[in-house]
């Protein structure tokens, strides 16, 4: 297993590093001096990520743990690569080999190539292409991290201070890291931010908010007829519909649900194969 940069960029989850380390009748080794925070990051990025951050000090307490202990002669070895970047693949009809580049942070930070080389032996190369988001016009974007700058989900301005009425959630928000589970604590807490916004300040007994009123929702006018007014979902679907945009109802992702439970019975494969495309999803859903 290679990955480009160090085990304080690693992508893994704490959790899953720890079980790949128990697998039986396998040994997990790590390069030797990779696991070194300091030998290929002059700018101590990686230290103090190790340091300061609780999800990258687990990954690399596991990591670091494996770079520790010997090899107990098991069956099977995986090992375990950082700093190194594969650039050519050998064999003519099928996979012999591979040369890979030694790479490093330069002293601003950026990911740099070394020019140093070294050759391993393969039989098959399987390529995790990972995910990285990209800028979107007038949005404030670090392009180290490629996330969008922000503080509990609320998007931060060149300044650092939070911009009125923009958030932010998931892998944009954080980077490409965990689980669906992650994601959906990660989107409970932008939205407790947009809701202690949109709460229009706290009474003399009640806790200070980080931003009260900034997002103060209208109060309807004095002649205003709540039974002639539509709602908010019956706004939101007529906006959506203006734009062309047909959202994926709670009913379709049961449709969706009840599909995917058919295939498997019908493949024999548990109770849920996954649709493979978006198409299928489509039908699915009754598109």
């Given at each position: 297993m290679i990955g480009r940069r160090g085990p304080a960029q690693a992508k893994f989850t704490t959790k899953e590093l720890r079980e790949l380390g128990e697998l039986e009748g396998v040994d997990v080794v790590v390069g030797e001096g990779e696991t070194d925070l300091h030998a290929f990051d002059p700018t101590g990025e990686s230290a103090r990520l190790a340091g300061s951050d609780r999800h990258v000090r687990g990954n690399y307490t596991v990591i670091s743990?494996?770079?520790?202990?010997?090899?107990?002669?098991?069956?099977?070895?995986?090992?375990?690569?950082?700093w190194l970047r594969p650039v050519e693949i050998h064999g003519p009809e099928r996979v012999t080999g591979l040369t890979l580049e030694r790479t490093r942070l330069d002293e601003s930070?950026?990911?740099t190539p070394?020019?140093?080389?070294?050759?391993?032996?393969?039989?098959?190369?399987?390529?995790?292409?990972?995910?990285?988001?990209?800028?979107?016009?007038?949005?404030?974007?670090?392009?180290?991290?490629?996330?969008?700058?922000?503080?509990a989900g609320r998007v931060l301005g060149p300044d650092g201070q939070p911009l009125p009425g923009e958030y932010?959630?998931?892998?944009?928000?954080?980077?490409?890291?965990?689980?669906?589970?992650t994601n959906k604590s990660d989107a409970a807490q932008t939205v407790r931010s947009l809701l202690a916004d949109l709460a229009g300040g706290p009474g003399p007994q009640d806790v200070?908010?980080?931003?009260?009123?900034?997002?103060?929702?209208?109060?309807?006018?004095?002649?205003a007829d709540p039974a002639?007014?539509?709602?908010?979902?019956?706004?939101?679907?007529?906006?959506?519909?203006?734009?062309?945009?047909?959202?994926?109802?709670?009913a379709d992702w049961l449709n969706i649900e009840t599909a995917e439970k058919d295939l498997a019975a019908a493949l024999g494969r548990g109770t849920r194969v996954k649709l493979a495309s978006r198409d299928d999803l489509h039908r699915a859903a009754g598109r």
């Open positions: 743990g494996w770079a520790e202990r010997a090899a107990q002669g098991q069956a099977r070895r995986l090992t375990v690569r950082f930070g950026a990911f070394t020019g140093e080389y070294e050759a391993l032996d393969a039989q098959m190369v399987l390529r995790s292409v990972g995910y990285q988001s990209v800028p979107l016009p007038g949005v404030p974007f670090d392009e180290r991290s490629s996330t969008v700058p922000n503080a932010v959630a998931g892998w944009l928000k954080r980077g490409p890291t965990g689980v669906i589970g200070q908010l980080p931003r009260a009123g900034l997002l103060r929702y209208p109060e309807p006018g004095p002649d002639a007014e539509p709602g908010a979902a019956a706004r939101l679907a007529e906006l959506l519909a203006a734009r062309g945009v047909r959202p994926v109802s709670y």
